[in-house]
């Protein structure tokens, strides 16, 4: 895919992996909108990517979501890519936890069920394009959920599913369907989980920016592909793998 002069929409774009695939969009010469729940997080992000556009909105929270499309449907039509990088994640673990449930409401919300929501909302747009992309920001922990993540990982493998059944259904449109799936990330959103030890938010960006120019519709980054080959082999390795790194 040609990622140059298009127009870009990055959900969670205050921060982390959104906000430095803003800045690398941004300097190819993208149009991009960033979005977050947080104002303020928002109007730094913008100071830093001349050009930029925000919108602060919480993509949970349906009216919200409304807004934020209606806002793209009167300043932005001709949008091009959307950008689900959306993430919630609470460290818990389930032989004690008291509120998995409330938790894993939460997150799949969040993770999953709004990404629906809005990309069906935003789909009409995309499809009146020439060319046009979803990207769908999942995770290594797909293949193997890691133990102190473990309704963060339902999400995100549901996320997973839904990625594949949408490219699927959008085969023979000129909407193409990506999911970047990521390691652990040195990231606020991962601090609590030793985010520390994790890559860079720009090599993911970077990796994400490759793998569209390559039409890679699944974009392993870092030692995610080799955890998708050790889940092939056997999946129960893979999950002791994950859990030994802390993942």
Do not use: C, W
Request: hydrophobic share 40%.
């Amino acid at each position: 895919m040609n990622i140059s002069n298009k127009t870009v929409l990055i959900i969670g774009g205050s921060a982390g992996i959104g906000l430095e695939t803003a800045k690398l969009l941004t300097s190819k010469g993208n149009k991009v909108i960033i979005t977050g729940r947080d104002e303020a997080r928002l109007k730094a992000a913008a100071a830093q990517i001349e050009g930029v556009s925000y919108f602060k909105g919480d993509v949970s929270n349906e009216d919200d979501t409304n807004k934020l499309v209606d806002y793209i449907n009167q300043n932005f039509p001709n949008l091009d890519v959307l950008i689900n990088n959306a993430g919630r994640a609470v460290v818990h673990h389930l032989a004690d936890s008291p509120k998995a449930f409330d938790i894993a409401s939460d997150e799949m919300l969040t993770n999953y069920l709004a990404i629906i929501r809005l990309t069906e909302k935003l789909l009409p747009v995309l499809r009146a394009q020439k060319e046009a992309a979803i990207v769908n920001v999942t995770s290594i922990v797909v293949f193997a959920p890691g133990a102190s993540l473990p309704t963060y990982a339902a999400s995100k493998a549901a996320l997973h599913s839904y990625t594949r059944s949408l490219r699927y259904a959008l085969k023979d449109t000129g909407v193409k369907v990506y999911e970047l799936m990521p390691p652990l990330v040195d990231t606020e959103l991962s601090a609590e989980i030793g985010g520390h030890n994790g890559i860079p938010p720009k090599q993911v960006a970077d990796e994400l920016l490759d793998g569209l120019t390559n039409d890679t519709p699944e974009i392993y980054v870092g030692q995610t592909a080799d955890m998708y080959k050790l889940y092939l082999s056997s999946p129960e390795q893979a999950l002791l793998v994950l859990n030994s790194r802390g993942e």
